[in-house]
């Protein structure tokens, strides 16, 4: 059995997909937490001295783990899926492109084949046909959306992958940053919502990790709606819609789909 910790929930399931039951995954970050404030626990460190691979999402969503790793990583292989993928600028959030996702696994199935066991070979090529058709199904239903309603915005700057990769605009985002803990001015609030009222944005996505207030406060100035939430930074409980990273994927572009037409399209 190949121990291994990962640090986000995204990769934690992309883990599990390749690894099967060949791997013990300890997942550093639970359902709906949001990691750019992730404080690190003693259990944490624990788990990464009994560790044979650790897999890091990279960039800035889980740089605290750096100093855990440089302490107690022990003798374990450390595979930053950051280094593996396409990145855009220092923007970290690059699984919100199934594309990325495909690279990450392959990245996983070579570490995890030098640590032991079988089977991720068949298990990586499986799950990658199910990216591909998962990218397939995401481009034929934001096809459906009339150019002139393809305008997002969002809590914060976490799905720049998805819209690049889709052919969405984003009129803006709550917090313009790509970490939550930024926070917003006046004059950004006041901007994106002229830019909302401009561009006729239909609604407004909040993110299922963050608090929706100042989102519900930008939709009543604006006259936007609020859509539903989005899994941005993190994957959701076990029963939700977001509780793997394809469905995820596939929540968010129903969500956004729907938003964005008034109801009238659905992707499910």
């Not at 855990?68 to 292989?77: E, M, S, W, Y």
């Not at 950004?188 to 608090?211: G, Q, T």
């Not at 409980?237 to 008034?262: F, H, M, Q, R």
Request: net charge neutral.
């Amino acid at each position: 059995m190949v121990r291994v910790v990962a640090t986000t929930t995204q990769v934690a399931d992309l883990v599990r997909a390749v690894g099967g039951d060949q791997v013990a995954v300890t997942q550093v970050l639970q359902p709906n937490s949001d990691p750019h404030d992730y404080e690190p626990r003693p259990s944490d460190a624990r788990a990464i001295e009994g560790a044979d691979v650790v897999f890091r999402s990279g960039g800035e969503v889980d740089e605290w783990m750096e100093d855990l790793i440089a302490t107690n990583g022990g003798d374990a292989r450390v595979v930053d899926l950051g280094k593996s993928v396409r990145l855009r600028g220092d923007d970290p959030h690059w699984w919100q492109d199934p594309r990325n996702a495909e690279r990450a696994v392959a990245a996983i199935e070579t570490a995890l084949a030098k640590a032991g066991g079988k089977g991720y070979a068949g298990r990586a090529r499986a799950y990658t046909g199910r990216l591909r058709a998962l990218d397939r199904r995401v481009a034929a239903c934001i096809d459906r959306l009339p150019p002139a309603r393809r305008t997002l915005v969002t809590s914060h700057d976490a799905l720049g992958y998805y819209t690049d990769r889709y052919g969405l605009d984003v009129a803006g985002a709550v917090i313009p940053s790509l970490s939550t803990q930024a926070q917003p001015s006046s004059r950004a609030v006041n901007r994106l919502v002229d830019r909302i009222r401009r561009d006729r944005v239909a609604a407004i996505f909040p993110e299922s990790s963050l608090n929706p207030k100042i989102e519900k406060a930008v939709a009543r100035e604006s006259g936007a709606k609020v859509g539903g939430d989005l899994w941005a930074d993190t994957l959701g409980p076990k029963g939700s819609s977001g509780a793997t990273y394809i469905g995820s994927i596939e929540a968010n572009t129903d969500t956004i789909v729907s938003g964005l037409s008034g109801g009238r399209e659905r992707c499910r």
